[in-house]
């Protein structure tokens, strides 16, 4: 297995003004030919910075791969500073030069002088041919270690790494690879789950386990590291399992499993329809469900009923019962749902009522306060949890649990 460091360069990332895609992007590619990145370092388009970047990264691990820097731009200096570290002068390269000039005329367009620099190669290095931008890659391989040297654009990006690097490298890691599976859980602090899971984690070796709390919940990532892949598959099976008996009703699904796709899988398994009846989450219930392709034999529609005349008219909410209980309260949602359900003649239905924030909370119900209600056939429950986060995070993480509760509650239908 090799280890390689990813330097990303441009100011933009520093910035914020630009998200890092290239670094998750090639972290992922190249983990299934068995390269580790160890260590991921965004700098900006200044030379004392690359340099300082690129030379360390060489002396912990002998290998760095950079994006950015190789346009034709005056910030566009890794070229340079690179070949300054190898101590190979730059020199211009006609074939390159030609092949700009040849894709410029396509576009119908001349060459400007500014775009020769990308023309010059540090002495030694091998050009990796770019058919998809006017910036070649790099491979330098030299004394300070290995070097390659990608252009920032991502397809272009994208497209080397396909084509150039990862067959140069596959070579050099052998049949070990990295290989990663994701449990998916939702209702569960992580402190919860990793109190329940105890000691399975020392079970795993010499897989890692990792847990990613999000908004929709807490993914746990187990990783086999430097492994043949019958035997990293085999493991990762192995861990998957256990981790699902420990887990329990709070696991759904794994890798890119949408909770919002496994319910529809169980209700279309039943031959059941879906309505929901939505007040804070404001759509966002049924926009989770119709964005699973092919969710219209199950999903039938939905009522956002933020206003209370709104819950009345649509819904059948006794005014009596608003005014003594409340729009966010037990009551109402258990008839948001029982209203719903009727509407659209569905035998599964959700309900979602509560205090999104940032104003509108009290001692009693605070910002966070959601209700939720659910209706599988005859039989229906209501559930209230305090959510945190802000307007966003308690809107999303609202429509999270209510599915979750409708999962729940289908598993023991």
Known sequence: MIDLELVTIGTELLLGQLLDGNGAEIGRMLAERGVRVTRRTSVGDDEA???????DALKRTGAVLTTGGLGPTRDDVTKRVVADLYQWPLEFDATIW?????????????????????AEVPRGAAVLSNRW????????????????MLPGV?????????HEVLPRLASR????????????????????????LGLVEDELKPLTLAYLPGVSGVDLRVTAWGLPEDDARERLDAAEHRLRQSAGEWAYGTDD??????????????HWHLAVAESCTGGLLGGRLTAVPGSS???VGGVIAYDNAVKTRELDVPTDLLAAHGAVSEAVARAMVEGVAQRFGAELALAVTGIAGPDGGSP??????????????????????VLPGDRNEIRARAAQSALYLLYRALHSA
């Open 49 to 55: 910075s690359i340099g300082a970047a690129v030379s």
């Open 98 to 118: 030609d092949a700009l000039v040849d894709r410029f005329a396509k576009l119908g367009r001349t060459a400007p002088a500014s775009n020769r620099s990308q």
């Open 133 to 148: 931008g006017t910036a070649p890659g790099l491979w330098l391989e030299g004394p300070p270690g290995l070097t390659i």
């Open 154 to 162: 991502p397809r272009e990006m994208r497209e080397l790494m396909r």
């Open 173 to 196: 890691a052998g049949t070990a690879i990295i290989r990663s599976r994701t449990l998916r859980t939702t209702g569960v602090a992580e402190s919860k789950l990793a109190e329940t």
């Open 257 to 270: 499993d949408d909770l919002a796709e496994v319910i529809l899988g169980l209700a279309r398994q039943r």
């Open 297 to 299: 034999d199950v999903f």
């Open 364 to 385: 009693e119900k605070p910002v966070g306060t959601v209700f939720v209600a659910w209706r599988v056939g005859r039989r229906v429950g209501v559930s209230r949890v």
